[in-house]
């Protein structure tokens, strides 16, 4: 479960990796507010608060079958849900997350910085599903990673006016208190799940040598209590995928001052690196 631009998609072909042979989670709940309603409204009522049990059901059976014909070991699976504020209160999310609760499926909450995940949507604007700007790049494709870095340069926030900057801090603080409000949905419903941030998961900051805590709290979760002494190193050995994002806001936001003057003095200042 995570939000758009979470990464999402790359921390769940690591986690297959690092557990066996690959899986895809398919977004299945609608990349968008408006596909996110239109999907929980399609599900039928003779489906209704099953939906989700069903579908990983079906997604396991699945590849039980295609285990046996290729020899690999699945050792996960499951679907990505983004719990969008329009569709998150729908009659059949909320059951959904009852029915999760009662057959005991596991949940991983994955959350980002809200700023990055602004840059990242701004940077990706009129480039959904193109060759010039794909969701991702794989590890040895250079030309795809300088597309992304070049395209990342001079992102323009506007904060040039009092209602500009207004509605700049309601998005952030909207974005940050979110986290909570899913964290407390899932708490009240008894979902089983863990909480793990994209900014632990991916440090660029952590030696090779150094343990890969977040990954390991999420493997514990799991139950794959052996990889305790997972290392960074042997984290980053399995990426597929490369960074595609500069760590410094400052050499990305093109109007750098602004923002940290809009954001200075406020709880959201943190979101600033």
């Not at 995570?2 to 998609?9: N, T, V």
């Not at 952030?172 to 899932?186: A, D, G, H, P």
């Not at 343990?211 to 390991?216: F, R, V, Y």
Request: glycine letters at 6%; a neutral charge.
């Amino acid at each position: 479960m995570a939000l758009g631009r979470s990464g999402s998609s790359v921390t769940w072909n690591t986690l297959s990796l690092l557990t066996g042979d690959k899986t895809v989670a398919y977004e299945i709940t609608g990349g968008n507010q408006n596909k996110s309603i239109d999907f929980f409204n399609s599900i039928p009522d003779h489906i209704g608060e099953r939906w989700a049990s069903l579908r990983l059901c079906n997604i396991q059976q699945r590849h039980m079958s295609k285990s046996k014909e290729d020899g690999n070991r699945y050792s996960i699976v499951g679907f990505q849900w983004k719990p969008y504020f329009a569709s998150f209160d729908h009659p059949y999310a909320l059951s959904g997350l009852q029915r999760l609760a009662d057959d005991r499926i596991k949940v991983i909450y994955l959350t980002r910085n809200p700023l990055d995940r602004f840059i990242s949507n701004q940077k990706h604007k009129g480039f959904v599903r193109t060759s010039e700007l794909p969701a991702h790049c794989h590890v040895e494709d250079i030309d795809c990673v300088n597309r992304h870095k070049a395209h990342e340069k001079g992102i323009f926030i506007d904060v040039s006016n009092q209602e500009k900057t207004a509605t700049f801090l309601k998005n952030m603080k909207q974005s940050f208190e979110k986290k909570y409000s899913i964290e407390e949905r899932l708490d009240m419903f008894g979902v089983k799940h863990i909480n793990v941030e994209y900014e632990k998961l991916f440090d660029t900051k952590a030696r090779d040598e150094d343990l890969a805590d977040e990954w390991i709290r999420m493997l514990n979760f799991l139950g794959f209590e052996s990889r305790g002494n997972l290392t960074m190193g042997e984290v980053r050995e399995t990426f597929e995928y490369a960074s595609t994002t500069d760590k410094s806001h400052k050499n990305i936001i093109s109007n750098y001052e602004q923002v940290k003057a809009a954001l200075e003095g406020t709880e959201l200042f943190h979101l600033l690196h």
